[in-house]
């Protein structure tokens, strides 16, 4: 099993930065593809970005392509998501992901339940 935790939401206005943190805990972080998703009250918990076992691959939503950029330092068991240019509807509370299965390098899944550990949560939102 792996433990996530995140840091690094809070309180930012329109068109600033944040960066989000996900540490794992266990000796097989490099074995999961790492994701993060998010959800905003009312609405169900949608992808975000992904990145590959290797860190080699990633994906993203169409929401944040060009403004997110996820990354993981498997030295630190650490995935991060620099957010740029945030905008109101960022705001929700980021989950940090992982997806246990033995798969291709180059795979990525940006569904929900394929995802089997969850981090916490933490809390963005974006003001005007």
């Known amino acids: 099993q792996v433990q996530l935790v995140e840091s690094g939401g809070g309180l930012v206005h329109t068109g600033g930065s944040l960066r989000l943190s996900c540490t794992a805990s266990?000796?097989?972080?490099?074995?999961?593809?790492m994701a993060w998703f998010r959800q905003a009250p009312g609405k169900e918990r949608q992808f975000v970005a992904a990145?590959?076992?290797?860190?080699?691959?990633?994906r993203y939503a169409d929401s944040v392509k060009g403004r997110f950029t996820i990354s993981r330092d498997g030295a630190k068991n650490t995935v991060l998501l620099q957010m740029n240019s945030l905008k109101s509807e960022d705001t929700a509370v980021y989950y940090c992901a992982a997806d246990s299965r033995d798969v291709v390098d180059y795979f990525i899944d940006s569904r929900v339940h394929e995802y089997d550990y969850w981090g916490q949560g933490t809390q963005v939102t974006v003001s005007s």
């Open positions: 266990g000796r097989t972080f490099g074995r999961y593809v």
């Open positions: 990145i590959s076992r290797s860190g080699g691959r990633t």
